[in-house]
C-alpha cells in the first residue's frame, strides 16, 4: 500500500506557510491529474456499439441485398413487424425467407445485444477507479484524533491502456462472432426453407400414390367378388395400399417437422404461421459453380480462422501483460490528513507494496504460456479443419448437381415415355389396368426421387456457402483462450 502524507502546520500559524504548502502540494498532483484526464477522455460510446461491422460482413458474404436491424427501442421493433407483414403478404421465396429470419429471429436480436455488452465493457475498462475514503476518530484521554484519507489504485491506473487494448479485442471477437451468427442464420433458414417446399412436394405426390394405390384395391375388391381375381392377386394391391396410406402418414409428418423448423428461424407466431410457400423448388443451375481455390478462398474468408488467429495473437499479447504485473500485485495511492485538539494537522504520503517473498508470479506465467500454446494450436486446428470441410461440402455440392441433373434429364424423361407407351398398350387392350396403375405408381416414384436429388442440391449449397464464411463451434475455441489470458494477466 502506499500512502502520500504532508505535515502542515497547526492553524495558529502563518497563514503564507499554509499557502506555500498548498502550492507545493498541487504542484505535486499535477502530473497525476493531467494522466487521470488524459486517461477519462478515451471511455465512450460507439453511435451504433458496432453493429455497423456486422452489417458490413453480412452484406459481403451473404451475396444478396441484406437488411440487418438491431432492435433496440420499441419503434425498431414495429418496422421490423412492418417489414416481415410486407415479406409474408406472398408466397416466400428462399431469399425473403432468410431476410424475415434476419428480421425477427429474437435468438439473432439477442446475440446483437452481446455488442453493448462488450462495448460497455471496453469503455468500462476505460474509466478511472474510484478513489476510497477512509475516516477515523479517536480519543486518549482529553485528546481526540481524527484521521481521513483518500486512496487510489495506482496498479489499476498503470494497467488501464493494457487492459482498454484487451477489452477492445473481445469486443472485435464479439463482432465476429455476431457476424458468425448471422451468417449461421442465414445458411439455416436457407436449408430450413429447401426442405420445407421439397416435403409440400413430396407429400402432394404421396397423396397421388395413395390415390392410384386406392383405386387398384378397390378394382382388385371388385374383380375378386365377381370371380375374376385370386387372393394372392387381392392381397398384392391391398398390401400395396397399406403401404401406401403409411407413406402418406410419414410424409405429412414430416412436411409439417420441416415446417414447424422453418417457422422457428423465422420466429413466426399466431396468424403469421400461416405462411405460404412456393409449390416447387428453384430450377436446377444449369452449370454447377467453378471454385477452383476453395481452399485459399476459405481461409481468407472465413470467420472463425479468423478468430482463431486473432485470439492467438492476443493471447500473445496478453502474455506479455502477464510478464510485465508479475511482480507488482497490489499498489495503491492515499492522500491521509491527521488532525488533533492537541497537536497540528499532520499530512504526508506513505508507499506501500505487496512483497513477492513467497509468490514470485510464475505460476501466472507458467499458465499464460499454456493458454498461449493452446490458442497456437486450436487455430491450427480451425485451419486444418477449414481447408476439408470446404473440399467435403464442395464435392457433396458437385455430386449433388450431377444426381439431380441425371433425376431430371434421365430417369424422369424415360419413366414418362414408358408410361406413354405403357397408355398405347392400355388402349390396345394388351395390358390391363392394373399394369398401368403399377406404371403410373412408378413414374410418380420417379418425380419423388427428382424432387429429393434437387432438395439434396440446394441444401449442399446451403452448406458450401457456410463451409465458406466458418462453422459455429470451431471459432469459439478463441474465447476461452483469450478469456483465461486476461484473468491471468490482469486479474491481480
Not at 454447377?288 to 478468430?307: G, H, N, S, W, Y
Amino acid at each position: 500500500m502506499t500512502r502520500l502524507t504532508q505535515h502542515l502546520p497547526a492553524a495558529a500559524r502563518h497563514s503564507a506557510t499554509r499557502h506555500s504548502a498548498t502550492r507545493h502540494s498541487a504542484a505535486r498532483l499535477a502530473p497525476l491529474a493531467t494522466l487521470l484526464l488524459t486517461l477519462t477522455g478515451c471511455a465512450s460510446f460507439s453511435p451504433d456499439g458496432g453493429f455497423a461491422a456486422v452489417q458490413k460482413a453480412a452484406a459481403d458474404r451473404l451475396g444478396t441485398p441484406a437488411q440487418l436491424v438491431w432492435a433496440r427501442q420499441p419503434e425498431d421493433l414495429d418496422r421490423i413487424a412492418e417489414r416481415v407483414g410486407e415479406l409474408l403478404a406472398g408466397p416466400l421465396s428462399m431469399d425473403d425467407a432468410v431476410q424475415v429470419a434476419l428480421l425477427n429471429n429474437r435468438g439473432l436480436q439477442a446475440a446483437y445485444a452481446e455488442l453493448g455488452i462488450g462495448e460497455a465493457e471496453v469503455v468500462q475498462a476505460g474509466r478511472l477507479p474510484n478513489p476510497g475514503f477512509t475516516f477515523g476518530r479517536t480519543t486518549r484521554g482529553d485528546e481526540v484524533e481524527t484521521e481521513r484519507g483518500i486512496h487510489v489504485n495506482l496498479a489499476r491506473l498503470i494497467a488501464m491502456p493494457l487492459v482498454q487494448r484487451v477489452e477492445a479485442r473481445r469486443l472485435a471477437q464479439v463482432r465476429s462472432t455476431v457476424a458468425l451468427q448471422v451468417l449461421t442464420l442465414a445458411a439455416d433458414t436457407r436449408r430450413a426453407w429447401v426442405q420445407a417446399v421439397a416435403a409440400e412436394e413430396s407429400a402432394r405426390y404421396s397423396r397421388q400414390v395413395m390415390q392410384a394405390a386406392e383405386a387398384g384395391a378397390e378394382l382388385a375388391r371388385r374383380m375378386a367378388q365377381v370371380g375374376n381375381f385370386n387372393k394372392l392377386q387381392q392381397a398384392r394391391e391391398q398390401g400395396f395400399y397399406a403401404d401406401a396410406a403409411l407413406n402418406l402418414t410419414r410424409a405429412g409428418q414430416h412436411q409439417r417437422a420441416t415446417r414447424e423448423r422453418l417457422t422457428r428461424l423465422l420466429g413466426l407466431w399466431g396468424e403469421q404461421a400461416g405462411f405460404k410457400l412456393p409449390e416447387r423448388l428453384p430450377d436446377l443451375p444449369r452449370e454447377p459453380r467453378e471454385l477452383p481455390d476453395i481452399e485459399r478462398t476459405a481461409l481468407a474468408q472465413r470467420l472463425d480462422v479468423a478468430a482463431a488467429r486473432t485470439g492467438a495473437e492476443a493471447t500473445a499479447r496478453n502474455l506479455g501483460l502477464t510478464r510485465t504485473t508479475r511482480f507488482v500485485n497490489v499498489l495503491e495511492l492515499g492522500l491521509v490528513r491527521n488532525s488533533s485538539n492537541e497537536a497540528p494537522t499532520q499530512r504526508g504520503w506513505e508507499i506501500g507494496l505487496e512483497l513477492p517473498l513467497f509468490d514470485w508470479g510464475g505460476a501466472r506465467v507458467a499458465r499464460a504460456e499454456s493458454v498461449y500454446m493452446q490458442a497456437l494450436h486450436r487455430a491450427a486446428e480451425t485451419a486444418i479443419n477449414a481447408r476439408s470441410e470446404v473440399r467435403e461440402a464442395y464435392g457433396a455440392y458437385r455430386a449433388a448437381w450431377d444426381i439431380a441433373r441425371h433425376q431430371r434429364d434421365e430417369i424422369v424423361p424415360l419413366k414418362a415415355r414408358i408410361a406413354e407407351e405403357n397408355l398405347l398398350r392400355y388402349n390396345g387392350m394388351l395390358i390391363g389396368v392394373f399394369e398401368l396403375l403399377a406404371d403410373a405408381r412408378s413414374q410418380i416414384a420417379s418425380v419423388n426421387g427428382a424432387i429429393d436429388a434437387l432438395r439434396d442440391f440446394w441444401v449442399a449449397q446451403a452448406d458450401l456457402d457456410m463451409a465458406l464464411v466458418g462453422k459455429p463451434g470451431l471459432g469459439a475455441f478463441a474465447a476461452p483462450a483469450m478469456a483465461a489470458a486476461e484473468a491471468g494477466g490482469a486479474g491481480h
